[in-house]
């Protein structure tokens, strides 16, 4: 068989688990072919369980072992990695579980998973050239108002209902007490960032939301102030203070 | 630390090393301990975000390999472009001492398989990844190291032994060997073939590296089958081929690996311990 045809056989058999095709193709002696795939496709689901597990363990907690191990070899065969960065993999996986009829009852489970992956992805963003309290204070006010920016890829704004930061702080301890926390649905929207080396978690008010939500795209900074419905110069300044603070805020200029 | 006997894919001191995995970063960086160098798995840093910043902190204390477990050497289709791109720039920004990954394949009409799958010992097989070895060489701008897997299965269509595979892939890329004992001993156990003719086999390649990690059996009915897994100690059989292989091939940059069931870093330096009194006496035989 043709190198390309052989992986296209095993990609069918490692995502169906039907390996008519693969099997012939491979020595039988004490195990048979179906047998010693086996074992790869095993390693592969497992590996990759293993991974989400790594990357979401707040959720494998809220969830059992058991639930979670399910869950996540489903998703695997339904949604396998397209890069070979496990740190980029589980995107998709907050959206899954917030799909699953069993999990119906539990709409928090899919929030912490969408707080987690958050976290990953603030982690792992790259560096970038933020807009410092001298670029602002360097600027005639009509340059002011005319700046392009964009919100910074370590920003990563996560709207949830339940008390998810406070379910997250509680599992950072083994054995966590989840009966002190108040599951009353609070809308809230939070900030995770990472300013400097370590994440950063913020509650946001709604001003300080729509100003992010503003800037997730390019757009000038006298736009994204007029869009977030700030009362007053007051209270815009403490939005400016906060981005710059955590620089949460990239010059999209060239 | 003398490394004037290593072929040029390596630079890694002759000693013992580990692999570093998140749950010891911020223990390695902080505390330093006592180890000549130290193995990341490429993919883990390619963010561009705190993982590769903390691998600047580490890399003024520690020599570094780059072993990357994604590039997908044996996939027909040619490597990923933006991966390499992703993987030259880190390699630029780190400057390490190796470089390596694996002869295997895990991508395929872009699905990220995660897992090191066989690849057939056939010549359309050796054109591909001899191209794929030599793309990654070119990207990075310096020769590269290739380990040997485990394997569960041979393929019909193979023709050739993997030590004759793997000597023509080195001869036609110009690439080295990493020697993974432990992988020699799986492969060798599942497929009833002799771990000491294959080392024979490989002694005289360019070896740069070698590998030591944990196995276990599995059993599948009434029979067993030996799975790497990187999830517990050296075993005595692997120590012992160990020993056989630094007498063939002479001392080597030797790396401790463990992946599943992490153990504290202790024990890990404690492993190290183990290969580096081998080596000492390797290199005591040698002088």
Redesign the interface.
């Known amino acids: ?4 045809d ?3 056989a ?2 069918h058999y ?2 169906t688990g039907d390996s008519a095709q693969l099997a ?4 039988a ?3 048979d ?1 179906a ?3 086996g ?2 496709r095993n ?2 689901l497992v ?2 369980s ?2 989400l597990k ?1 990357n979401f363990p707040v959720t494998l907690h809220l969830l059992g072992r058991d639930f979670f191990e399910q869950a996540a070899r489903r998703f695997v065969l339904a949604r ?9 993999y589980g995107a998709e996986f907050p959206g899954y579980l917030s799909d699953l009829p069993e999990l119906g009852a539990l709409p928090y489970v899919s929030e912490v998973a969408r707080f987690e992956f958050a976290r990953i992805a ?6 970038e050239r933020y807009v410092s309290p001298d670029t602002l204070a360097n600027l005639p006010p009509d340059q002011l108002e005319a700046l392009p920016i964009r919100r910074a890829q ?1 920003a990563q704004v996560v709207p949830v209902k339940a008390p998810v930061a406070e379910l997250w702080k509680a599992h950072q301890v083994p054995d966590p007490d989840l009966s002190v926390i108040d599951m009353t649905a609070r809308p809230q929207v939070l900030l995770v960032c ?1 300013p400097d ?1 370590a994440l950063v978690v913020r509650e946001l008010d709604a001003p300080a939301a729509q100003f992010l939500a503003a800037v997730q795209d390019e757009t000038q900074l006298g736009a994204a102030a007029a869009q977030c419905g700030a009362e007053d110069d007051m209270a815009l300044g403490r939005i400016i203070a906060l981005v710059l603070e955590l620089r949460l805020l990239v010059s999209a200029r060239a | 630390m003398d490394n004037a006997a290593l072929p040029s894919c390596s630079h890694l001191p002759v000693a013992s090393g580990i692999g570093l995995r998140a749950a010891h970063h911020e223990h390695v960086a902080t505390e330093r301990p006592e180890i000549a160098w130290l193995e990341v798995h490429t993919e883990n840093f390619l963010g561009g975000g705190a993982a590769p910043a903390l691998l600047d902190t580490v890399r003024e204390r520690y020599a570094i390999s780059l072993h990357g477990v994604g590039l997908s050497l044996g996939s027909a289709e040619g490597l990923d472009e933006n991966h390499l791109s992703r993987v030259a720039a880190l390699v630029r920004r780190i400057d390490p001492a190796a470089v390596s990954d694996h002869v295997s394949w895990s991508v395929t009409r872009g699905v990220y398989f995660n897992d090191l799958l066989p690849i057939p010992y056939d010549e359309e097989t050796l054109g591909i990844i001899a191209r794929n070895v030599m793309r990654f060489q070119d990207a990075i701008g310096r020769p590269v190291m290739v380990e040997n897997p485990s394997t569960y299965l041979r393929h019909a269509q193979s023709d050739r032994a993997e030590s004759q595979f793997l000597r023509e892939l080195c001869q036609r890329s110009g690439c080295g060997l990493l020697l993974d004992v432990n992988n020699v001993f799986v492969s060798s156990e599942n497929h009833g073939d002799d771990a000491h003719a294959y080392l024979a086999a490989v002694a005289h390649l360019p070896i740069g590296e070698i590998h030591l990690s944990g196995h276990h059996l599995r059993q599948i009915g009434n029979r067993a089958i030996r799975i790497d897994d990187h999830g517990s100690a050296v075993s005595d059989q692997v120590w012992s081929l160990y020993e056989h292989a630094l007498a063939l091939i002479g001392p080597r940059p030797t790396l401790i690996e463990w992946d599943s069931a992490l153990p504290p870093l202790e024990t890990l330096l404690a492993e190290a311990k183990k290969a580096q009194r081998r080596l000492d006496h390797a290199k005591g035989s040698v002088a």
């Open positions: 068989m043709r190198l390309a052989l992986q296209g095993y990609r490692l995502l012939p193709a491979i020595v002696d004490a195990f072919g047998e010693r795939l074992i790869y390693n592969f590996g990759l293993e991974a790594a396998p990695p397209r890069r070979p960065c496990l740190f980029e603030s982690y792992n963003a790259a560096v370590h990472r080396r």
